[in-house]
């Protein structure tokens, strides 16, 4: 079939207004989030339905076009761009965007995969539920992305990654066929759990287009504190006495180092110190409660005057008002683009075992800095969960070529992830791996492990069409 008649099938399909090919029409749909991938495509097309996703996958199947799969294209990791040479369109899910059912009882919600989280947080807010998956981009990414990079954020000590808050997935697989296990069971023993295959597969084993979630539980009663300490072993004593006095109702226990702070208050508008004096380390801890009025705060002044005593930590601050809790996670999430604006940067997204995480970061910037001392090695992350995210900053003008800037970059990937195997440790804790980790990921997984990753590849998609390029090396792809 030539490409004329394969966008005319497609035309046909989704109507004119739906597949796009103009090169302006398509320009920012080919760019990925960061803007350091920039892609080809036939079209992209942008389907209302799962029907019309799976008549657009069997038109591909038909005429041996690649699929990419692009929910909000805020990824980190360039797995939403059609990077290969070969013929591709891009499915946009951006229409599909419905909510499709709650349940108040169930504690469940139904949704398309091209709704936004934060509507998707909304919906269950107007119930006096909780979807609790939150993150930076939460305003603009997709439900079907996050499922599809298993995506973390900042509730994952409460209430998990993605893969726990998802109860049954629609799926489009790479012939077409719709596997419709949208099930809202919080019990289901019966033969393998299939839509485990497809969390976190970032579109290679096929087209997620709806989910069953689970929800929880409104947050009432809230309380924000930032403190500051000396050292990652003091913040995690810190996480041990805040199990003993809140429990399950952590929600976040968040790490800032000095070099990250000094960043953030430098480059993000409407940032403030909330301190006199600065620390090596800043803590922000958020606790919250189902029951209104729960003494929290109370709770958090006695948590805080202890740590004192014990010499854990030099000062803190509670939230007062909403705010100063939205002035004080602006100090965590603030960092959009001014890394760009700033300079080059490498960015990592590692996880070791909570209590390694010392030794992580301490050898680390050891070992990036004796091989580049004119780096800025900046740390900041989810301690409560081990995921420390290590960006490396350089100025502009530290490499004359962008060869030389990925030979660096290589090299520093290097360093961090050899610390983080010899501790047991992974390269990517919720960004996926997508086009930029490929390399990483066939250096550190486990043989036996990847290749059983290819077999289950070759299985779903033998002809390599559902985003192609993505986690494996291209002669490694299945």
Not at 361 to 375: K, N
Not at 438 to 446: E, F, P
């Amino acid at each position: 079939m030539s490409h004329a008649a394969f966008l005319t099938e497609l035309t046909s399909i989704l109507g004119e207004r739906y597949v796009l090919t103009d090169a302006l029409d398509t320009a920012l749909f080919l760019t990925d989030h960061r803007g350091r991938y920039h892609g080809k495509a036939l079209a992209v097309v942008r389907p209302a339905s799962t029907e019309e996703v799976s008549r657009v996958v069997k038109a591909c199947a038909r005429a041996g076009v690649a699929v990419v799969p692009q929910g909000g294209n805020t990824g980190l990791c360039g797995g939403a761009t059609p990077l290969e040479p070969r013929p591709a369109i891009v499915i946009r899910l951006d229409r599909m965007n419905r909510i499709r059912s709650v349940s108040p009882a169930e504690e469940t919600i139904v949704v398309d995969a091209g709704c936004i989280l934060a509507d998707i947080q909304a919906a269950a807010a107007k119930e006096g539920l909780l979807f609790p998956l939150s993150l930076g981009a939460e305003g603009s990414c997709q439900i079907g992305g996050n499922i599809s990079t298993n995506a973390g954020g900042i509730s994952v000590l409460r209430y998990g990654n993605t893969r726990q808050l998802v109860l049954g997935l629609e799926t489009v697989l790479a012939d077409g066929t719709v596997l419709n296990s949208l099930r809202r069971l919080r019990k289901d023993n019966a033969g393998y759990d299939l839509k485990h295959l497809f969390i976190g597969a970032e579109g290679t084993l096929g087209i997620v287009t709806g989910a069953a979630l689970k929800l929880f539980p409104g947050i009432r009663s809230r309380c924000v504190a930032m403190m500051q300490l000396a050292s990652v072993e003091d913040a995690l004593a810190m996480f041990a006495r805040a199990r003993k006095v809140f429990g399950e109702n952590i929600s976040s226990f968040e790490i800032i180092g000095s070099s990250y702070m000094d960043f953030v208050l430098r480059y993000v508008p409407g940032t403030v110190m909330p301190f006199a004096q600065k620390a090596p380390w800043y803590l922000l801890l958020e606790v919250g409660d189902s029951q209104l009025d729960a003494p929290l705060a109370t709770a958090m002044e006695g948590f805080l005057a202890e740590a004192f005593e014990a010499g854990l930590i030099s000062d803190a601050t509670i939230a007062a008002s909403l705010a100063q809790e939205e002035a004080i996670w602006k100090l965590r999430h603030g960092v959009t683009g001014e890394f760009k604006l700033a300079g080059k940067t490498m960015s990592h997204d590692t996880s070791v075992p909570v209590a390694e995480q010392p030794a992580f970061v301490r050898r680390v910037e050891e070992g990036v800095l004796a091989a580049y001392p004119d780096a800025n090695v900046m740390s900041v992350g989810h301690i409560g969960d081990g995921n420390i995210h290590v960006v490396v900053l350089f100025p502009h003008e530290r490499f004359a070529t962008s060869d030389e800037f990925e030979a660096a970059s290589d090299a520093i990937d290097v360093i961090i992830d050899d610390v983080a195997m010899e501790l047991g440790g992974s390269i990517t804790a919720e960004h996926g791996v997508g086009t930029t980790y490929r390399k990483r990921l066939a250096r550190t997984k486990n043989p036996a492990e990847l290749g059983l990753m290819r077999q289950i590849k070759a299985v779903l998609d033998p002809e390599n069409r559902m985003n192609p390029g993505k986690l494996f090396l291209p002669d490694a792809a299945a």
